[in-house]
């Protein structure tokens, strides 16, 4: 037995390695100085002093023999207390991290001797044909031949070896184990089965789930009842085992979910907050614009039933999930807005030919609903035909015959740039026209009014200043340092950038 003190205070240890643990973590006991630490071993002194910062110990001996003393103390103690090796999960979370801190100190033995027994060591091993010490592989030895495994840690009954204490007990608990009451409750408080073994969580309090099914029906049973916020208790684990009977024996998520809900246990998804609020979907601006809102938000619910038809039927996703998505499918239907088809419609009418190509010269499959639309109301097919066709019908959309066409294709880049900048600078102005803007002489002026006095008064750059998480945008006046605040909501913003942008081209 250990026992040490220091500021009045005294602590018992069973082994060194647990001396040394609390010597390293244990914030009490940090800041004390070496020689105010009193530590005895049955009577006998113990030297406790510093290296590298660290608190630790100094013993008489040989390296070897005092680091295989340190294994002998837990062996006996922990991990064969009498003579016959426990399992993993028999053993105590702390008293299974002793081995691996050994493992870690391994690693450390200027840490654990002085410079003198290393340099001793070394020539010992150096007579046998070795480089030298290597504590760590001394105790792989050691692991092996008194618990049965190395560093990587004992066998699961998949196989593969595993270090991890909780991976042990959580196997353990699923299988029936008689794991100890103690070893249980020290997870009870911890995180330790989150992640990969969130699936184990529920038998540490659930008594009645361990052993009750097999780990291909436990692990996809704890997953889908985590997922739909219900919990496994002693007064249903009875029931989900005997349900759990009649899935096949490697269920999916799905396949249980399936039966789960089928059987009642699992309530229907509800929909989101969202769907409960109502959508201002907006008024076309023309005939045109209610068939292409109308054949864009048919074409996104077709297809997002065709996709969810086929996973329900490829098995990947559960008839609740189904059942939820597709009703959002059409709902959604209803909540398309005709933005982008008020949008198109307006580039139709103002041939903004650059737009109108990027939609509709394109493949056939790409922006296949629109033109559609664009086919059911002014007949003009865009699909299924050659390039030149296609791009014909785009033109004649616009209300452009073949002279004019060739008009449009010879301007240059440049041209066409100018062009696109005067459109948007003609939609952001009607933009910013909706807002109203106080000058300094008192002046109430609009939007776009304000920002052509203010570019006009040389005010010619838009600067960017951060305010925490947020970025504020002004014009400002390099000659004369000036600044006044633009803002994205009343399209001052936009209108600004698009003006100077236009000045400059």
Request: overall charge neutral; aromatic content about 8%; some cysteine.
């Amino acid at each position: 037995m250990y026992q040490l003190s220091f500021s009045g205070s005294g602590h018992s240890f069973r082994t060194m390695l647990e001396v040394l643990r609390f010597l390293r973590d244990d914030a009490s006991v940090a800041a004390v100085d070496a020689a105010e630490i009193a530590l005895t071993f049955f009577a006998y002194p113990v030297t406790v002093t510093r290296y590298n910062g660290k608190l630790t110990v100094r013993r008489p001996g040989t390296a070897t023999s005092l680091f295989l003393s340190l294994i002998d103390e837990i062996d006996a103690t922990y991990f064969r207390p009498s003579f016959a090796a426990l399992e993993a999960w028999q053993i105590r979370r702390e008293h299974w991290q002793l081995l691996y801190l050994a493992f870690d100190l391994a690693r450390e033995p200027l840490y654990l001797f002085s410079s003198d027994q290393v340099a001793q060591a070394n020539e010992e091993a150096a007579k046998t044909g070795r480089r030298g010490l290597d504590l760590f592989e001394l105790l792989q030895d050691e692991s092996q031949r008194r618990f049965g495994f190395r560093y990587a840690g004992p066998v699961l009954d998949n196989r593969q070896s595993n270090g991890r204490h909780e991976v042990h007990v959580a196997y353990a608990l699923a299988a029936g184990k008689p794991v100890p009451q103690a070893v249980i409750d020290d997870y009870a408080s911890l995180s330790k089965f989150d992640s990969d073994l969130q699936w184990a969580k529920p038998l540490l309090a659930v008594p009645e789930l361990r052993g009750a099914l097999p780990l291909a029906k436990l692990m996809p049973l704890a997953t889908v009842m985590r997922h739909s916020k219900q919990a496994i208790t002693s007064d249903n684990a009875a029931l989900l085992a005997m349900l759990m009977g009649l899935v096949p024996n490697s269920p999916t998520t799905v396949e249980v979910d399936d039966l789960l809900y089928a059987k009642g246990i699992l309530e229907a998804h509800p929909l989101p907050e969202a769907y409960l609020k109502p959508v201002d979907v907006g008024l076309p601006t023309c005939q045109f614009a209610e068939v292409l809102r109308r054949t864009l938000a048919d074409s996104a619910r077709d297809n997002r039933l065709a996709e969810l038809d086929k996973a329900r039927k490829s098995g990947s996703v559960s008839a609740r999930r189904f059942q939820l998505d597709s009703h959002l499918a059409i709902l959604d239907h209803g909540r398309h807005t005709h933005t982008f088809a008020n949008e198109f419609a307006k580039a139709v009418q103002t041939a903004d030919m650059s737009y109108l190509l990027s939609i509709l010269d394109r493949p056939d499959d790409a922006n296949r609903a629109t033109k559609q639309a664009v086919r059911e109301v002014f007949g003009i097919k865009v699909i299924g035909v050659r390039a030149a066709a296609r791009r014909r019908g785009v033109f004649q959309l616009a209300g452009m015959d073949a002279a004019q066409q060739a008009e449009w294709e010879a301007l240059s880049v440049s041209q066409r740039e100018a062009r696109r900048v005067a459109r948007e600078v003609a939609r952001a102005r009607e933009a910013a026209e909706m807002s109203r803007v106080r000058a300094e002489d008192g002046a109430v002026l609009t939007g776009a009014e304000w920002v052509d006095r203010t570019i006009a008064d040389g005010f010619s750059q838009i600067v960017s200043l951060r305010q925490g998480t947020s970025v504020r945008y002004a014009l400002a006046d390099p000659v004369r340092q000036l600044q006044v605040s633009l803002r994205a909501n009343d399209g001052t913003l936009a209108y600004a950038r698009l003006a100077l942008e236009q000045r400059a081209s």
